[in-house]
């Protein structure tokens, strides 16, 4: 008995550990992003959509920004700065011209989602993340974490321009 | 009791004139889209998303297209055609550059969702649509229901342009 208990702490004690690594700045858990320990929430793609956009230039995709029911929440009240637990993710495809439906229509004026590109988190948490504005980042591409440094260090200066009224967010709900 | 039966009775069947007027090709609910009586359903802001798209032109917007339960599904399982019962919302505004983007890429790139225009519902229902691929169609401005005939009979003869694999439906699935 004594050493099943010994055992059983010593799970408890791994899994706490595991349980405590993506909260760790710059932790090691390949799972979530560079700096920030950002995680790909499960079922985030059924998520509801805040609004919808189109970057041209270098990035010209095509992107719908979705949110949690926190991040719904205040999209809807108006609620600023976003709550702790809010997470909006922002979701990109190629911008690629429909084929098929330029047929239909008979001109050249359809563009559609191609192929995803990455997808991109936000998430509040005021304490964890009170150097970059309550915010931590993530990218994501097939799913899997950007663990280039570098490239999450850019997340914040670009955030950081917005007017604060704004809380560093780029998106505004669209009814 | 017995006028209290009577009364029941009465109101019973009232409901259930008015619980069929909506399925009357042309009946006059001013709920319902003109043609195909399709209602604009509760809750259809909060769907999920099937894909997003870019329709330039005299349209000039960008666009969701959401899905019902039913809908998506079908969308992630590749069924067609679609069953009964499944939903396809297109919410559209319009085309608009942001200057606040903008200034803060530091270049003119991003487009996002401006005032809502309108949105398109396809619902399938292959008895009562029977006549046009099993899809009946509406469209709603500020929530109300267009009750133009000449505007609803342009819907299928443009969705009857596409692939019958597609089951005239426009969209296709983004990941």
Same mark, same amino acid.
């Given at each position: 008995m004594?050493?099943?208990s010994i055992q059983a702490s010593v799970i408890a004690a791994a899994?706490? *550990? *595991?349980? #405590?690594? /993506?909260?760790?700045? &710059?932790? @090691?858990? %390949?799972? !979530?992003?560079? *700096?920030? &320990?950002?995680? #790909? /929430?499960?079922?985030y793609r059924d998520w509801r959509v805040i609004s919808v956009a189109h970057e041209a230039g270098k990035l010209n995709d095509l992107r !719908? *920004? #979705?949110?949690? %029911? @926190?991040?719904?929440?205040?999209?809807?009240?108006g609620t600023r700065p976003f709550p702790d637990g809010a997470i909006i993710a922002r979701l990109? =495809?190629?911008?690629?011209?429909?084929?098929?439906? %330029? !047929?239909?229509?008979?001109?050249? $004026?359809?563009? @559609?989602?191609?192929p !995803?590109?990455? @997808? $991109? +988190?936000?998430v509040k948490d005021s304490g964890r993340y009170a150097?970059?504005?309550? =915010? &931590?980042?993530?990218?994501?591409e097939d799913g899997r974490p950007n663990r280039d440094e570098a490239l999450l260090?850019?997340?914040?200066?670009?955030?950081?321009? +917005?007017?604060r009224t704004d %809380?560093?967010?780029?998106t505004h709900y669209a009814p």
């Open positions: 004594r050493r099943t899994t706490c *550990i *595991i349980a #405590l690594v /993506p909260v760790a700045a &710059g932790g @090691v858990d %390949d799972e !979530a992003s560079a *700096i920030f &320990g950002v995680k #790909l /929430p499960a079922g !719908a *920004i #979705l949110g949690n %029911d @926190v991040a719904m929440r205040a999209f809807r009240e990109a =495809w190629q911008y690629v011209p429909s084929a098929e439906n %330029d !047929a239909v229509f008979g001109q050249a $004026q359809s563009f @559609v989602a191609g !995803a590109t990455n @997808v $991109q +988190l936000s150097d970059t504005g309550g =915010w &931590g980042f993530g990218q994501f260090k850019t997340c914040f200066p670009c955030h950081a321009r +917005l007017p %809380d560093f967010v780029f």
